[in-house]
């Protein structure tokens, strides 16, 4: 996806890439109490995590929209999972790498195909 790979490339996440996702989000899911729900968990989720790491600027803004995206289309549970597995992969990606900055979007879009993929096969 060209965000995750902008996210690696540059550390950042134009506005107007996350947009489409929004929307489509709305569209498919926008009725649903708690798809809206988790979007603003997720937003509000963001917003706190950038706000802990401020200092070393390790959460961006758009990272933040990604995260309320992933709320939008996955609901509470499919952020949890996708959150979770992002992590875990972004964490061993660092430590192969040695790298300090890990990007969010390529590992949270993983993230999104491990709970498609659970959900698939009747795992979530």
């Known amino acids: ?17 996350l947009w489409p996702l929004l929307l489509g989000g709305i569209y498919l899911y926008g009725g649903a109490f708690e798809n809206v729900a988790a979007a603003i968990c997720g ?21 933040v929209e990604l995260l309320a995206v992933t709320g939008l289309w996955l609901g509470i549970g499919g952020m949890a999972v996708a959150l979770v597995s992002a992590a875990a992969l972004g964490i061993a990606w660092g430590l192969a790498r040695k790298q300090r900055f890990v990007p969010l979007a390529p590992f949270l879009f993983l993230g999104w195909g491990i709970y498609y993929a659970a959900a698939g096969i009747g795992i979530i």
């Open 43 to 63: 937003y509000v989720l963001g917003f706190v995590l950038m706000a802990a790491t401020m200092k070393k600027e390790a959460l961006g803004f758009g990272d």
């Open 1 to 17: 996806m060209f965000i995750a790979w902008r996210d690696m490339k540059s550390r950042t996440i134009p506005d107007a890439w």
